[in-house]
């Protein structure tokens, strides 16, 4: 079965640092571009990061650029999310999903809750 | 990077049909044939229906279709069943390997 787990969401305080895991199974990562999305508690989605399948090239919406980096290990078949200087308007549930082609995000993870406070 | 827009609510009985438009500008949904639309029910993953404009997901019931013309893209639900009450996404390609989601459409099947 092809799916996408998410984990390494928790509370965290503002200007410190979590680092996402998502585990993919089914299929082999990094034959796909992979994405990154968030979503506010009672907020719409947001896209927030991308990486291709050679991951050699990534990219960030403006709001997380310098802070957060997308990154893959293919031997564990597994994309991450490394979130620095986490702000309030950070927190929301991240999800990861796999892109068919351009923007075609076929598959999701359940998401996985970022808390950031004092 | 703006949100595309889209209406905050639609609605309509069992079996009608609904329309909901994503507006964006020449930058993102004008610009790309990849414009896709996503089905989120309440505390769940959004779920693929459309892409490239146009096209169902496999599985996808042919209820679901949709359309473009120059900055807004639709999507219409036909035949509404209760399942179909839900959240609905667009999302575009903006250039420069970035992308773009809609402000969210709640559909409410009464």
């Known amino acids: 079965e092809v799916q996408l787990v998410e984990s390494g969401g928790g509370l965290v305080q503002p200007g410190g640092s979590l680092r996402l895991s998502c585990a993919a199974s089914?299929?082999?990562?990094?034959?796909?571009?992979m994405h990154w999305v968030r979503q506010a508690p009672g907020k719409g989605l947001v896209w927030v990061s991308r990486?291709?399948?050679?991951?050699?090239?990534?990219s960030y919406a403006d709001s997380v650029r310098g802070r957060f980096t997308i990154s893959r290990d293919s031997a564990k078949n597994t994309l991450y999310l490394q979130m620095n200087s986490l702000r309030d308007e950070d927190m929301a549930v991240y999800f990861c999903?796999?892109?068919?082609?351009?923007?075609?995000?076929?598959?999701w993870g359940q998401g996985t809750m970022v808390t950031v406070s004092s | 990077q703006s949100a595309l827009t889209q209406p905050p609510s639609a609605s309509g009985s069992p079996g009608q049909s609904v329309t909901i438009s994503c507006t964006g500008t020449s930058s993102d949904v004008g610009g790309y044939e990849y414009v896709s639309w996503y089905q989120q029910h309440p505390g769940k993953a959004p779920k693929l229906k459309i892409y490239e404009v146009t096209k169902r997901l496999s599985g996808v019931p042919d209820r679901f279709s949709g359309s473009k013309s120059g900055n807004t893209a639709s999507l219409t639900v036909s035949g509404l069943q209760a399942d179909d009450e839900a959240d609905y996404y667009c999302?575009?390609?903006?250039?420069?390997?970035?992308?773009?989601f809609g402000t969210g459409t709640k559909v409410t099947v009464l």
């Open positions: 089914g299929f082999t990562l990094s034959n796909y571009w």
């Open positions: 999903a796999r892109d068919l082609v351009t923007n075609v995000l076929d598959v």
């Open positions: 990486i291709d399948r050679d991951a050699t090239s990534t």
């Open positions: 999302s575009s390609y903006a250039g420069s390997n970035t992308y773009v």
